[in-house]
């Protein structure tokens, strides 16, 4: 009954040619970016309603300029200074009319308010601001200001190679001061992750949780009107309801899909397949504050228990490589001389048996209940990782939580064992180790291994200090080698990003990255 309502809901935009209804995986944790993690919520925000300063291009592996439109960086690489677009507009709508457009301002809110703890809006973020936290901004950024109203200089406390790349990360997002100063004066802050403003190419226009997200496409854009009129999430935690709704034309694009489903996609001439390798790792994350996952031969033994071919096999039939660490193997400094765990039981009972556990012990297995493309089929893959576990003695629990729940009670470290998977957002190394492995990262959540070790700390640090890529590259490798060593993941996939499309859609390509760009896609015949 749910689904055919759903069929009624989007059955009139699917049948423009200016209209685009997307079928995607999960519901938004909310709209103000800035206090949120799952890519899913990047996909519904930052990617559709919002700019940054620069963005990084895939195909071409470079930053680009976005907001700014140019900048220079002093010699000391202290000393980052951006020019802005000229008469860049923020969203029209029925609860704000902006009286000006994009300022330095802007920026100076967008980045203060996460900085400063003392700034008016630093505690309206009910989650705080996990990336921010992650990236060390508070120590790293002394000081963001307007030199004038399109100029803004941003002075760092040491040189930093990864920062101009972090600013084409979603988080680093610009908001509108004149909205939340009217939101404020109102006090309704709250009211910025339920109506959102941004410069993007798309305007919000009404949410229903679990069914929809609808937004119109902005006129005023400044990289140009988006090619549709309209564009609808319309969320589907099902892959196979996924692929049932594009096969009906309730939906053009499908994100997200199964690899079975990507295989019957091939084989049906009114669909295709846009697919490229995931700049990803899915991994299990070991809580190590949690005893006795805080003993590494612990890790290490399960690691050793968990025959990874299998797994692979079947649940991503073919469509993943094997991980071996956090890094994507075409990362610059992927540590290819390290061999990883391989299947071996006998020596997983061994390591239990060390750590005075040879008779086991009871944990808990942590997945979502819908599939993704780090994860397309949870509930199996947990199954066999819990059947290898009771090979060598460790009875595990399965515990299926919902997404928006799972995340939030694993950025609290409540979890033991938990399937998760990574996104870079910039085809920098520093993207997977700062966020995982930090110190810092286990304060913001995002580091689910719970794990904060000075040499491995340090090595990150040193690594970002230096604008020379062969010793971060050397760095680098040291700190794929402590993570080996201390078995913080079980690191299982790195997958093959696809989407599945209406054979009339044009202009849509899957990012290595998982992120969306909806802005070029038009309906041809």
């Not at 969203?91 to 996460?114: C, G, I, K, N, W």
């Not at 809006?121 to 000081?143: C, D, F, K, V």
């Not at 690899?259 to 996609?265: C, E, G, L, W």
Request: with cysteine.
């Amino acid at each position: 009954m749910r689904l055919a309502a759903l069929a009624l809901l989007f059955a009139p935009f699917c049948a423009q040619a200016a209209s685009l209804a997307v079928c995607t995986e999960a519901s938004p944790d909310g709209f103000d970016v800035v206090q949120y993690n799952a890519l899913t919520t990047t996909n519904a925000s930052a990617d559709v309603l919002m700019n940054r300063l620069v963005e990084f291009d895939a195909e071409r592996g470079e930053l680009l300029p976005s907001l700014a439109r140019r900048w220079e960086v002093s010699a000391d690489g202290l000393t980052y200074r951006f020019t802005l677009r000229d008469n860049v507009q923020f969203h029209r709508t029925d609860y704000f009319t902006p009286s000006r457009p994009l300022q330095a301002e802007d920026v100076v809110f967008s980045f203060r308010r996460m900085l400063d703890a003392d700034h008016p809006w630093h505690g309206t973020a009910a989650s705080g601001y996990p990336h921010a936290q992650s990236m060390q901004w508070p120590e790293l950024i002394r000081s963001v200001e307007a030199s004038d109203p399109q100029t803004v200089t941003v002075t760092l406390t040491k040189p930093d190679a990864t920062f101009l790349a972090t600013l084409s990360m979603g988080f680093a997002s610009i908001y509108s001061a004149e909205y939340a100063g009217q939101l404020m004066s109102a006090g309704t802050p709250e009211k910025l992750n339920s109506e959102p403003i941004g410069t993007g190419p798309f305007v919000l226009r009404r949410f229903q949780r679990d069914a929809m997200v609808r937004y119109t496409a902005n006129a005023e854009y400044f990289a140009g009107a988006p090619k549709v009129d309209a564009l609808i999430y319309a969320i589907t935690p099902d892959a196979n309801v996924r692929l049932q709704k594009l096969r009906r034309g309730e939906c053009q694009v499908a994100l997200s899909p199964k690899p079975q489903d990507v295989q019957a996609a091939q084989q049906d001439s009114n669909l295709k397949v846009e697919q490229t390798p995931a700049f990803m790792t899915a991994f299990v994350a070991l809580n190590s504050d949690h005893p006795p996952l805080d003993q590494p031969k612990v890790r290490q033994a399960i690691n050793l228990a968990f025959d990874k071919a299998s797994y692979l096999k079947a649940v991503f039939e073919g469509s993943a490589t094997e991980a071996n660490g956090p890094y994507p193997p075409n990362t610059w400094s992927y540590a290819q001389e390290l061999p990883g765990y391989p299947h071996d039981p006998e020596k997983a009972r061994a390591l239990l048996a060390e750590a005075g556990l040879a008779e086991g012990f009871k944990t808990r297995i942590w997945t979502r209940p819908s599939g993704s493309v780090l994860n397309p089929n949870p509930s199996l893959g947990a199954q066999l990782l819990q059947a290898d576990l009771a090979k060598v003695g460790i009875q595990a629990e399965i515990q299926v939580v919902e997404w928006g729940e799972l995340i939030r009670r694993a950025k609290a470290g409540e979890h033991d064992l938990l399937f998760m998977g990574w996104a870079g957002d910039n085809g920098d190394p520093d993207n997977f180790l700062t966020p995982q492995f930090a110190c810092a990262s286990k304060a913001s959540g995002l580091n689910f291994a719970r794990f904060c070790d000075q040499r491995l700390d340090d090595l990150i640090r040193d690594g970002k200090a230096t604008g020379d890529q062969a010793r971060r590259s050397e760095l680098y490798h040291q700190a794929q080698r402590i993570i080996q060593e201390q078995a913080l993941w079980v690191p299982l996939a790195h997958p093959t990003a696809s989407a599945l499309l209406r054979a009339e859609v044009q202009g849509y390509r899957v990012s290595p990255f998982g992120r969306v760009d909806f802005s070029q896609v038009s309906m041809g015949r």
